[in-house]
Nanobody
């Protein structure tokens, strides 16, 4: 089991920045990669970014490229999402997720943190 807890959400004006954190605990030794997702009411959950745990290789959805940066602290079992130049359309509940080695999906999810961007 892996437990994930997000923090860092809040209210920010358009153009501002926030940094989300995701603390992983439990059996993190088998983590393959970590992802960030977001969801707004009435919409499907959307992939935002991911990072491979072993080497830090990252991938982003097009709408956040150049504005968001995902990183990890291997020693602290932390994953971060630095969000710059925020837009009102970035408003959502952001969740982190962990994919375990040998699986093809994200196996564990955090509870999410609300990000609200005002215009």
């Amino acid at each position: 089991q892996v437990q994930l807890v997000e923090s860092g959400g809040g209210l920010v004006q358009a153009g501002g920045s926030l940094r989300l954190s995701c603390a992983a605990s439990g059996r993190t030794g088998s983590t393959y990669r970590m992802g960030w997702f977001r969801q707004t009411p009435g919409k499907e959950r959307e992939f935002v970014a991911r990072i491979r745990w072993s080497d830090g290789i990252t991938y982003y959805t097009d709408s956040v490229k150049g504005r968001f940066t995902v990183s990890r602290d291997y020693a602290k079992n932390m994953v971060y999402l630095q969000m710059n130049s925020l837009k009102p359309e970035d408003t959502a509940v952001y969740s982190c997720a962990a994919q375990i080695t040998g699986t093809t999906k994200y196996d564990y999810w955090g509870q999410g943190t609300q990000v609200t961007v005002s215009s």
